[in-house]
């Protein structure tokens, strides 16, 4: 299943750019372990990313995540953890990468886990988009 076909193509265009700057991040960082390498190839079928894409960001010397606003960081999120629940699978390897990536970004670890209850739950409470995203918008005030 690709990801693509469950999205508008400003969500996938969204969701493709988090990718990237979480892609980013890791390769820059250090040698990745296996689990690393194994979620980052996964999401990026589900995106279909290219060949030209993949190497237009390892010859890029740009830092995506700097100077982005509490707000845009938290969009970040937000995608990858939308990114990995679309395919109805969530990995504890997965959990893990984006809570790496969540701290590294400034946030508490528990931002994934209320940003993931808050998406596999609208559905159920029968929330509309715009009601998850003001719950995420809430999350980021509350202290801790």
């Given at each position: 299943?690709?990801?693509k076909d469950n999205l508008s193509e400003e969500e996938y265009v969204s969701m493709?750019?988090?990718?990237?700057?979480i892609y980013h991040y890791f390769l820059n960082l250090r040698a990745l372990e296996k689990e690393y390498v194994s979620c980052l190839l996964k999401w990026a079928i589900q995106l279909n990313v290219s060949e030209t894409?993949?190497?237009?960001l390892l010859s890029s010397e740009d830092r995506p995540t700097e100077g982005l606003t509490k707000v845009e960081k938290l969009k970040n999120l937000y995608n990858l953890v939308l990114m990995i629940y679309l395919d109805d699978i969530v990995e504890d390897?997965?959990?893990k990468i984006i809570s790496e990536y969540a701290e590294?970004?400034?946030?508490?670890?528990?931002?994934?886990?209320?940003?993931?209850?808050s998406i596999v739950t609208a559905p159920f409470d029968d929330l509309s988009f715009e009601e998850v995203k003001s719950q995420i918008h809430e999350l980021l005030e509350m202290p801790g």
């Open positions: 299943m690709k990801i493709k750019k988090s990718f990237f700057q894409e993949v190497v237009d390897a997965e959990l590294a970004l400034g946030f508490k670890p528990h931002i994934v886990n209320d940003l993931l209850k």
